[in-house]
Nanobody, 121 residues
């Protein structure tokens, strides 16, 4: 029932910017943590940025200074602003949240289907 849908990916030249968005819907009691991960071919999925329920953020070293994560609790959305894109940023970006499921009140991890970001040089 819980669904995460990413949007905003695409093809952009190095140095450009993108804003990724993720909408969370379904039977959710509370979203505790939201974040973005990415995965390139032949590499492990890696954390890019996270934001907690109290607004604390953390970023991967490669993202710090260029990526900004934010959340809109009223809309159950999380965003990732990416500036100064590099070819190394090319990956499928996945939205993630740790949440308490409605009804069962189980603490679970949820993932979106991913959105592709391609950065050309």
């Amino acid at each position: 029932q819980v669904q995460l849908v990413e949007s905003g990916g695409g093809l952009v030249q190095a140095g450009g910017s993108l804003r990724l968005s993720c909408a969370v819907s379904g039977s959710i009691f509370r979203i505790n943590r939201m974040g973005w991960y990415r995965q390139s071919p032949g590499k492990q999925r890696e954390l890019v940025a996270q934001i907690t329920d109290v607004g604390a953020t953390n970023y991967a070293d490669s993202a710090m200074g260029r990526f900004t994560i934010s959340r809109d609790n009223a809309k159950n959305m999380v965003h990732l602003q990416i500036n100064s894109l590099k070819p190394e940023d090319t990956a499928v970006y996945y939205c993630n949240c740790g949440a308490v499921e409605g009804g069962t009140l189980r603490r679970l991890e949820f993932w979106g289907q991913g959105t592709l970001v391609t950065v050309s040089s």
